[in-house]
């Protein structure tokens, strides 16, 4: 299944308990943390998320944070099988599309992980993939 979703991107302090109580938060909103991906830097850390209630966690994000995005992201189950990412990564080249970033997850024994692209033309990625 490939479909468009939104993704929140927060701008943290990095560090201790920030994350902790942003994701307690989403929690007592009763949201579900779906993916989770952070990137940090030096007094910073970017997190993104995807969440089963995008508006609930809307709220609780902005309310708790000054800078958080909203962006649509592609996300898709594929196979959990050796190299599934990287024929993903070939038809996107094929078609022309730049991936501007990607994380997926799978625990290992699932048949499928989830992987969530972030490119420069969602719909196209989407005919590409399907």
Do not use: W
Request: hydrophobic fraction near 50%.
């Amino acid at each position: 299944m490939i479909r468009i979703q939104p993704q929140f991107a927060v701008f943290l302090d990095n560090r201790p308990g920030t994350l902790a109580k942003t994701c307690q938060e989403l929690g007592q909103a009763h949201v579900n943390i779906l993916a989770l991906s952070i990137l940090d830097t030096v007094d910073h850390a970017i997190v993104r998320l995807i969440v089963d209630d995008p508006k609930a966690a809307e709220q609780v994000l902005c309310r708790l944070h000054p800078m958080v995005q909203r962006r649509d992201v592609v996300v898709m189950d594929v196979p959990h099988t050796i190299g599934a990412l990287g024929q993903v990564a070939e038809r996107l080249a094929q078609a022309g599309i730049n991936m501007e970033y990607a994380y997926c997850t799978a625990a290992i024994a699932q048949s499928a992980a989830m992987l969530v692209l972030r490119t420069n033309d969602l719909e196209a990625t989407i005919n590409a993939l399907s």
